[in-house]
């Protein structure tokens, strides 16, 4: 709304509780402009062999702006064709499909520059923070235990931080390691850490709220690494906690 208030949005999403949630989100946050922003929805099976013909749909649409809500290998598949089109919308891509390794490498760095997605981790690619602690202690960790896995993969971060994540949570359980207790202490984390998190991310959860992070930062693809976006912000846990 801020880049482009008039927009003409179009999403495309995956046809499961994870694609459907995006355009929950979207319905909560632009209430009744829903209707008078999105122009055009479409989803897709996850078991799909190809997602061209929902995208050269939504571009007939006039969309200028999409969301796409899909996995790694329809991510990939997207990136390609909206830039085959010639089509530059303001793009916004799932956090789950933009792994510079599984996603933007494959479509092609070219292809995928410009996109739009929410971060809650720190980019290993970012030259900036090769000197980061956070991100030093995870490079180090897969030159030990991962060698032969590309330490850019979003996907090894994202393991790495739920990995640190997890310790914390049975460290809390001591000797009483039934689920019962697992779950009580996961629901139990006051202003934790993320191990690589952007600075200033927490979690916190609570026997009511189960969603362990609730803050992100938006950031653009600059044809090698992922720029921010203004600063943090957060989730209205009113909308988000019962779901």
């Known amino acids: 709304m801020k880049e482009k208030p008039n927009a003409k949005l179009c999403v ?32 897709h099976e996850a078991n799909a062999p190809t997602v061209d013909s929902e995208v050269v749909a939504l571009q007939g649409a006039g969309c200028d702006a999409m969301l796409t809500a899909t996995t790694p290998k329809f991510g990939a598949q997207v990136l390609r064709k909206v830039f085959d089109l010639g089509w530059k919308p303001l793009h916004f891509v799932s956090n789950v499909s933009v792994s510079l390794t599984s996603v933007l490498k494959p479509a092609g760095l070219d292809k995928s520059t410009g996109i739009i ?91 009511t709220d189960f969603r362990p992070i609730e803050q992100m930062r938006l950031a653009k693809f600059n044809g090698t690494s992922f720029e921010k976006m203004g600063e943090l912000f957060s989730a209205d846990t009113s909308t988000t906690a019962s779901r």
């Open 12 to 43: 495309l999403y995956q046809n499961d509780d994870f694609g459907k949630d995006y355009v929950i989100g979207l319905k909560d946050a632009l209430g009744e402009q829903y209707e008078k922003t999105v122009v055009k929805a479409s989803s």
């Open 117 to 207: 997605t929410g971060q809650y981790l720190k980019d290993p690619s970012d030259p900036a923070l090769a000197d980061d602690p956070a991100i030093k202690d995870y490079k180090a960790f897969m030159k030990q235990y991962l060698p032969d896995i590309d330490v850019n993969d979003g996907n090894a971060l994202y393991g790495f931080a739920v990995s640190g994540t997890l310790v914390k949570v049975l460290t809390d359980c001591g000797k009483d390691v039934t689920r019962e207790n697992i779950m009580k202490k996961a629901a139990s984390l006051k202003n934790l850490p993320v191990p690589a998190a952007i600075e200033g991310i927490v979690i916190n959860t609570s026997a």
